[in-house]
C-alpha cells in the first residue's frame, strides 16, 4: 500500500502536476520554505516514488521508453548521376536521427508520453539534437559522456533519393550498458512498454528483455541493420514484436526470401522462436505481420511516385505498429498504418514527417482506406 503523503508533500506534488520544470527555489517562494527544504522533500518524493526525477515524471503518466540510437543525420544529395571515384556536386541536409530517437519522436508527435534512454556526447552534435527533439521527447534520461562523440549517421543520395552508401559512427552507444540502464529502473518499471533498437549492445538487450519479462511489460525489438542482428538475445521468448525487414530476416536465418511462401515462413519461424508478434517488411512488396492468435496477413505496400528522402521511413513504419497496436487494433489495421506513416515520410525532406500527429494519421488512414 503506497506511503501516506504529508500535506507539504501532497502541496509540492501539485504544484509539480501543474508545471513538471517548475524549479525548487519557485516551489520554495510559493510554500515559504528554504530550497534545502524542498530540495529533501522531493528526494523523499522521488524514493517513494511518487515523483520519477527531473522533469518531475508523476507515476501516474506511464512513458513510453525508448532506448537506443540517437545522432545526426548528415544527408548528401547527388544532383546528377552518381560518378563513383570523383568528385560530384551535392547539396547537404542535417537532421536530428537515430532508430530510437526517430522512432520517440514520431511517437511524440502522435501525443503519446515518451522518454528517450541513450548515450552521446557533450558537444554540437547533442545540442542539435536536444533543440530539435525536446518539444515530443523527454531527454532527461539521455547520459552525456564529454570524452565521447554523439553519433552519426551519414548518408549519400542519388537524384531519385536512393541510398547509395551510408556511413555510420554509433560507437557511442555502446556505453548504454545494463548498469546505465538501471539508473532508470523506476521510471523503466513502470512504463507502458518499452522499444530497444539494436544499436545497443547484446548484454542490454538481454538484460532489457529478461526486465520486460519480470515486470511484465510490453517489449519491442527493432533491427537497424542486417549486420546488428547477432545483437538479438539467445532467448526470445516472450519478446512482444519484432519489427524487422526482408534483409534482416534473411541474414539472422541465413536463407533467401524470393517468394510469398519464403516470406511466410520467416515470419513463421520467428514466432516459434517465441515472440509474440513480428513482422517483415519488403520494400514496394509491403508488409506481412502475423501473430499466433489472428494469423499471417500480407498487407500491400502504398507505392510513392515521388520520392523526396527515405531516411526514417523505416522507422515511421515501426512507430505507426507500435502507436495502432497500443491503441488496440488489429493486425491488418496496425500494418496499414505502419505502410502510410513510411509513405508519408517518403514524400516528406524530413526524417520524422512534421505534419504527423494523431489526428492526421487517422485522416490518411480514411483517405486510403
Not at 527515405?310 to 489495421?333: M, N, P, Q
Request: glycine share 6%; net charge negative; charged share 25%.
Amino acid at each position: 500500500m503506497p506511503e501516506k503523503l504529508s500535506e507539504k508533500e501532497q502541496l509540492i506534488l501539485d504544484l509539480i502536476k501543474k508545471n513538471p520544470y517548475v524549479s525548487q527555489q519557485e516551489l520554495a517562494e510559493v510554500l515559504g520554505l528554504s530550497r534545502p527544504s524542498i530540495a529533501n522533500i522531493i528526494s523523499g518524493l522521488i524514493k517513494k516514488g511518487d515523483i520519477l526525477g527531473r522533469a518531475y515524471i508523476l507515476n501516474e503518466s506511464q512513458h513510453v521508453i525508448c532506448i537506443g540510437g540517437a545522432n545526426i543525420d548528415r544527408k548528401f544529395h547527388i544532383k546528377d548521376k552518381v560518378q563513383l571515384g570523383t568528385s560530384n556536386p551535392v547539396y547537404a541536409t542535417q537532421n536530428a536521427g537515430g532508430v530510437a530517437r526517430n522512432i520517440s519522436e514520431n511517437l511524440g508527435r502522435l501525443g503519446m508520453e515518451v522518454s528517450l534512454i541513450s548515450a552521446s556526447g557533450l558537444d554540437n552534435d547533442w545540442s542539435f539534437i536536444d533543440e530539435s527533439s525536446s518539444l515530443y521527447v523527454n531527454l532527461e534520461t539521455v547520459t552525456q559522456f564529454p570524452e565521447k562523440s554523439t553519433g552519426s549517421y551519414t548518408a549519400v543520395l542519388d537524384s531519385k533519393g536512393e541510398l547509395v552508401i551510408a556511413l555510420a559512427d554509433m560507437e557511442v552507444y555502446e556505453a548504454i550498458t545494463p548498469d546505465l540502464i538501471l539508473k532508470h529502473e523506476i521510471l523503466l518499471s513502470r512504463s507502458k512498454c518499452i522499444i530497444v533498437d539494436l544499436n545497443c549492445p547484446k548484454e542490454t538487450i538481454q538484460f532489457l528483455c529478461q526486465f520486460s519479462k519480470t515486470h511484465d511489460l510490453p517489449i519491442f525489438l527493432i533491427p537497424v541493420s542486417a549486420p546488428k542482428m547477432n545483437r538479438l538475445p539467445d532467448e526470445l521468448e516472450g519478446v512482444t514484436w519484432l519489427i524487422t525487414n526482408r534483409d534482416e530476416s534473411e541474414a539472422y536465418f541465413n536463407t533467401e526470401i524470393r517468394n510469398v511462401e519464403d516470406w511466410e515462413n520467416a515470419i513463421k519461424k520467428w514466432l516459434s522462436l517465441g515472440i509474440s508478434n513480428v513482422v517483415i517488411t519488403n520494400g514496394k512488396e509491403g508488409s506481412m505481420i502475423g501473430n499466433k492468435e489472428e494469423g499471417i496477413f500480407h498487407v500491400p505496400s502504398i507505392v510513392a511516385n515521388e520520392i523526396v528522402d527515405v531516411t526514417g521511413a523505416g522507422d515511421a513504419f515501426s512507430s505507426a505498429v507500435i502507436y495502432s497496436w497500443l491503441e488496440g487494433k488489429t493486425l491488418i489495421e496496425i500494418a496499414k498504418s505502419g505502410s502510410i506513416n513510411a509513405y508519408k515520410t517518403l514524400q516528406s525532406p524530413y526524417t520524422v514527417r512534421q505534419d504527423l500527429s494523431a489526428v492526421q494519421l487517422q485522416k490518411d488512414m480514411e483517405e486510403v482506406s
